[in-house]
C-alpha cells in the first residue's frame, strides 16, 4: 500500500483537474477579460478558480509522499492526517464532492503507515537470548 496510496491520491488529483476544467466556464471568461484581476467580484469565478487550484495541493500530497516513499520505503502517516483534515470538514461543508475519496484514502495512508511501524518495530525489537 505504501507505493499504491500515492499513485492513488495523484490519481484523485487528475479527476479533481478535469472536473475543474471540463465542467468549468470560468477558464473562457477569464481569458476573454484579460486574466487580470477577472475573477474578484464573481463568486462562480472565485469558487471554481479556488477548485482548480486546490488541485496543486492534492498534487503536492500524492507527488511529495510519493517520494518520501520512495526515499525511505514508508509512507509518512501526516499524509493521513492531511487528507483527512481537509476531507472530514468538506464532507460536512459539501456533502456532494469528492470529501468521501479523501476520506478513504487517508484512512488507508494512516493504516499503511500504522502498519509499517508495528512490523518495523516487531523486526527491531530486541531479543533476549540469554536465559539462565
Given at each position: 500500500?505504501?507505493?499504491?496510496?500515492?499513485?492513488?491520491?495523484?490519481?484523485?488529483?487528475?479527476?479533481?483537474?478535469?472536473?475543474a476544467?471540463?465542467?468549468?466556464?470560468?477558464?473562457?471568461?477569464?481569458?476573454?477579460?484579460?486574466f487580470?484581476?477577472?475573477?474578484?467580484?464573481?463568486?462562480?469565478?472565485?469558487?471554481?478558480?479556488?477548485?482548480?487550484?486546490?488541485?496543486?495541493?492534492?498534487?503536492?500530497?500524492?507527488?511529495?509522499?510519493?517520494?518520501?516513499?520512495?526515499?525511505?520505503?514508508?509512507?509518512?502517516?501526516?499524509?493521513?492526517?492531511?487528507?483527512?483534515?481537509?476531507?472530514?470538514?468538506?464532507?460536512?461543508?459539501?456533502?456532494?464532492?469528492?470529501?468521501p475519496?479523501?476520506?478513504?484514502?487517508?484512512?488507508?495512508?494512516?493504516i499503511a503507515?500504522?502498519?509499517?511501524?508495528?512490523?518495523?518495530?516487531?523486526?527491531?525489537?530486541?531479543?533476549?537470548?540469554?536465559?539462565?
Amino acid at each position: 500500500m505504501t507505493r499504491v496510496i500515492p499513485r492513488l491520491v495523484m490519481g484523485l488529483t487528475a479527476v479533481h483537474f478535469a472536473v475543474a476544467l471540463i465542467a468549468s466556464s470560468t477558464f473562457d471568461d477569464v481569458a476573454r477579460d484579460g486574466f487580470w484581476n477577472a475573477v474578484p467580484g464573481n463568486p462562480q469565478r472565485e469558487y471554481e478558480m479556488w477548485f482548480f487550484l486546490a488541485g496543486f495541493g492534492l498534487l503536492a500530497l500524492g507527488t511529495l509522499s510519493q517520494r518520501i516513499a520512495r526515499d525511505t520505503g514508508r509512507l509518512p502517516a501526516q499524509l493521513g492526517w492531511y487528507l483527512l483534515a481537509i476531507g472530514v470538514p468538506l464532507q460536512i461543508l459539501y456533502p456532494v464532492s469528492g470529501a468521501p475519496g479523501l476520506i478513504v484514502l487517508g484512512v488507508l495512508a494512516l493504516i499503511a503507515a500504522r502498519r509499517e511501524r508495528a512490523g518495523e518495530s516487531r523486526r527491531t525489537a530486541p531479543v533476549d537470548n540469554c536465559r539462565p
